[in-house]
């Protein structure tokens, strides 16, 4: 059970329940929101004071934000059963379904992607939205409405997990409410 300002470990799986949800800050000052029904391990965060390191964050199922700290471009790797996604510099709003299905909408910030283990690199800018199928069939459209708080799915992917839809105020692409980023 996470307690606030407890410390998380190297494989330390998180997992959140149908009324739960958590925000991790990490110490290069990443932040994951981490949404109710959702399951993601820590591979691996190593964080100098020097602004040197490396994390690999494993996505499994759910609804997360991520907000990247202060390493280095390209440090820090997210995988999906589907996808695996290199950071840099980014605020994302990633959704993963129970076959792997994974959603993610770019809202500041570049990705790269390598789609089911493809050697090829897909891009994403900051506005889009890449979508890929738990048979690795891929689309790239606009990134949808971004909802403030912590995310939790989305109406049209919940029902087809049968998960409880997203609830709470959308807000139109970029920051929340009072956030002045440029």
Not at 87 to 102: A, P, Q, V
Not at 103 to 112: K, R, Y
């Amino acid at each position: 059970e996470l307690r606030p300002q407890e410390p998380v470990f190297k494989d330390e799986r998180v997992v959140t329940g149908a009324q739960a949800a958590t925000s991790l800050k990490f110490l290069d000052e990443t932040v994951l929101e981490v949404g109710s029904n959702s399951d993601i391990v820590l591979d691996e965060l190593i964080f100098n004071p020097d602004n040197t390191g490396s994390g690999v964050l494993k996505l499994t199922t759910g609804a997360f934000r991520i907000v990247s700290g202060v390493m280095p471009d390209g440090a820090m790797t997210i995988t999906t059963p589907t996808v695996t996604i290199g950071i840099r510099g980014t605020e994302s709003l990633m959704f993963i379904l129970k076959d792997g299905t994974t959603e993610i909408n770019l809202l500041h910030g570049a990705l790269s992607n390598q789609v089911c283990e493809s050697a090829d690199a897909i891009p994403l800018a900051a506005g889009q939205q890449l979508l890929v199928s738990s048979s690795c069939e891929v689309s790239i459209g606009v990134a949808r409405a971004v909802p403030t708080g912590i995310p939790q799915m989305p109406d049209d992917l919940a029902a087809l997990e049968g998960v409880s839809p997203a609830a709470g105020e959308v807000t139109a692409l970029g920051a929340p409410p009072g956030d002045e980023r440029d």
